[in-house]
T-cell receptor, first 113, second 114 residues
Framework: AQSVTQLGSHVSVSEGALVLLRCNYS??????LFWYVQYPNQGLQLLLK??????LVKGINGFEAELKKSETSFHLTKPSAHMSDAAEYFC???????????FGTGTSLTVIP | EAQVTQNPRYLITVTGKKLTVTCSQNMNHEYMSWYRQDPGLGLRQIYYSMNVEVTDKGDVPEGYKVSRKEKRNFPLILESPSPNQTSLYFC???FGWGSTGELFFGEGSRLTVL
């Protein structure tokens, strides 16, 4: 089975600072990779996805992620944090067959004014 | 508006009392799935369905049943709920798998079993 590891269950950054949320996956071949965001009392929304084209993927709200196959990582970044970025972020993978999605345990982002 | 709708959003029940959480999508998606979200464990897949009358177990199927009689609906059934099924449940759907397999989520159903 696939596994997804998100290092750091809680991350705090100051407003305007760099956001870096880490995600590592276990797979001998790059799976299909996603980042989702969950705002309080809401379902998950797609931030971005890796489509096997460019390894640097741009998403909504200024977020981007880079696939590094040698490190089996797909870290999420944003150059300048905004208060509205406070939420829980989930990394997810699927191999594309069998349709099982595997989610990380999530990282709660706090943005300090 | 394209959406996944779950009902009820909140439910408190007692051990052993059968309940059903409904899920409906209006996007003509083939794929639907159920997840439970627990603190520190992230989202874990309960069941999924690739099309009508086709369902498969996810990672935590024990104590749950599903059915897919129509493309748009995918109810989650707890025949005899127990307190360890207290959780936040999400239904999700997508067109297919792989890079097109972006999941669209419902708003969640918070279930408490006493």
């Amino acid at each position: 089975a696939q596994s997804v590891t998100q290092l750091g269950s809680h991350v705090s950054v100051s407003e305007g600072a760099l956001v870096l949320l880490r995600c590592n996956y276990s797979s001998s071949v790059p799976p299909y990779l996603f980042w989702y965001v969950q705002y309080p009392n809401q379902g998950l929304q797609l931030l971005l996805k890796y489509t096997s084209a460019a390894t640097l993927v741009k998403g909504i709200n200024g977020f981007e992620a880079e696939l590094k196959k040698s490190e089996t990582s797909f870290h999420l970044t944003k150059p300048s944090a905004h208060m509205s970025d406070a939420a829980e972020y989930f990394c997810a993978v699927t191999l594309g067959t069998g349709n099982q999605f595997y989610f990380g345990t999530g990282t709660s982002l706090t943005v300090i004014p | 508006e394209a959406q996944v709708t779950q009902n009820p959003r909140y439910l408190i029940t007692v051990t052993g009392k059968k309940l059903t959480v409904t899920c409906s999508q209006n996007m003509n998606h083939e794929y639907m799935s159920w997840y439970r979200q627990d603190p520190g464990l992230g989202l874990r897949q309960i069941y999924y369905s690739m099309n009508v009358e086709v369902t498969d177990k996810g990672d935590v199927p024990e104590g749950y049943k599903v059915s897919r009689k129509e493309k748009r609906n995918f109810p989650l059934i707890l025949e005899s709920p127990s307190p360890n099924q207290t959780s936040l449940y999400f239904c999700a759907s997508s067109f297919g798998w792989g890079s097109t397999g972006e999941l669209f989520f419902g708003e969640g159903s918070r279930l408490t079993v006493l």
